[in-house]
Each structure stands twice: as structure tokens, then as C-alpha cells.
């Protein structure tokens, strides 16, 4: 479907195993690469919608030294916004404990910015999905986080693991956003992606 790609490689920079397992659902052959000690951080005055698309662009421009004639390079950043606050990943239990707990009887914010980059030229975007969770009570909350992990995910939970098929009570906009990258816009930006 994706014929305007033929001339192209395709390079996924992401450790995530989400992403990688997403983007291979669009059918299109695609390499991983990923840099070690990619700086992460982002200036404190910056909105918070506006993170995720700040580290995905940083992560671009940090494959661009590795980038061949002929590669795009998707990069991408998901967070985690609940009230204002941001939630990256946790670091321990006590976190991903409280993130829940914050997490509980609200609606957050999912936000993921993602760049297209080759050479010539860079597309780049962020997609936002309203979650709403029921009320979790702390034995749930603790079933969670000692029988899945929940370490390497923004905001301390897998929607597509146990927590997400017995909490989210509701969803406004793309599910696959919520697990790591919106493909059915990666799709709509890859159609795009020409030849210079």
C-alpha cells in the first residue's frame, strides 16, 4: 500500500518492543536502530503537550549523524499528563503506585510526538487520546504492578495489559497512540514522504 516507499529505508529508533510490534502491523519492512545516551531532557518552562514532540525531535536529530541517503528515521515520545502533571516512567514500585493512584477515577491525557526525518526533509507531529480510568482500588493497583511491568511505560501502566482490560471505562481518540505510536497517522505522514 505504501508504494511511494520503495525507494526509502525505513528506520524504527526505539527500544520500545510496542512500537516495534505496531509499526510491523502496517506491513512494511523496517529496520531498528537506537543510540545509546540519547539526552532525554527537556527545557522545565515547556508546556507539557509540547514534551513529547520536543524528545522525539531531540531523538531526530541525534540519529541524523548515522542517517544514509534513502533512510526515514521515525522517533517518537509518549507522556503520561494527569491534572497538569506529567508521568514519565516509573522508577520503582512506590512510583508506579502512585502514578496509579493519580491515575484512578480520571481522565489523562496520552501525548506522543513522533518525527519523520530523512535528508531532506522532516514531518512531525503529535496525537493526544483522552483515558478514563474507574476507580482502582489499591488491591488492584498492587495486583498491577507485581504481575505485569510497568517500568518502562509512561504513566506506569500497559493499556493493553490486565490494568487496561479491567480499568479504562472509556478512550477519545486512538487506542495504538496510547500504547506508543499512532499508526494509522504514521501511516497518513508515510503516504506523503516523497523523493526530493
Known amino acids: 500500500m505504501l508504494d ?7 528506520v524504527l529508533a526505539s527500544n520500545s518492543p ?7 502491523g502496517l506491513g512494511i519492512a523496517f529496520d531498528v536502530r537506537v543510540l545509546p545516551g540519547v539526552d532525554e531532557s527537556y527545557p522545565a518552562s515547556l508546556p507539557a503537550h509540547e514534551i513529547p514532540l520536543y524528545i522525539a525531535t531531540a531523538k531526530a536529530e541525534a540519529n ?4 544514509n541517503d534513502g533512510d526515514i528515521v521515525i522517533t517518537a515520545d509518549t507522556v503520561v499528563i494527569c491534572g497538569g502533571r506529567v508521568l514519565g516512567k516509573p522508577a520503582d514500585a512506590d512510583e508506579a503506585r502512585s502514578m496509579l493512584t493519580l491515575l484512578s477515577g480520571k481522565t489523562h ?9 530523512s535528508r531532506e526533509r522532516q514531518r512531525k507531529f503529535a496525537v493526544t487520546t483522552g483515558v478514563t480510568f474507574k476507580e482502582l482500588t489499591p488491591e488492584e493497583i498492587d495486583y ?3 504481575n505485569f511491568r510497568p517500568y518502562d511505560k ?3 501502566y500497559g493499556i493493553q495489559e490486565w490494568i487496561g482490560y479491567i480499568g479504562v471505562t472509556g478512550i477519545s481518540g486512538s487506542f495504538f ?6 499508526v494509522q497517522r504514521v501511516y497518513n505522514e508515510l503516504q506523503m514522504f516523497k523523493k526530493a
Open 177 to 182: 497512540n496510547v500504547m506508543g505510536l499512532p
Open 18 to 24: 510496542r512500537r516495534r510490534e505496531l509499526l510491523a
Open 4 to 10: 511511494n516507499l520503495n525507494d526509502f529505508h525505513i
Open 64 to 67: 541524523r549523524k548515522a542517517m
Open 154 to 156: 509512561a504513566g506506569a
Open 144 to 146: 498491577y504492578i507485581e
Open 109 to 117: 491525557q496520552v501525548v506522543t510526538g513522533v518525527c519523520l526525518t
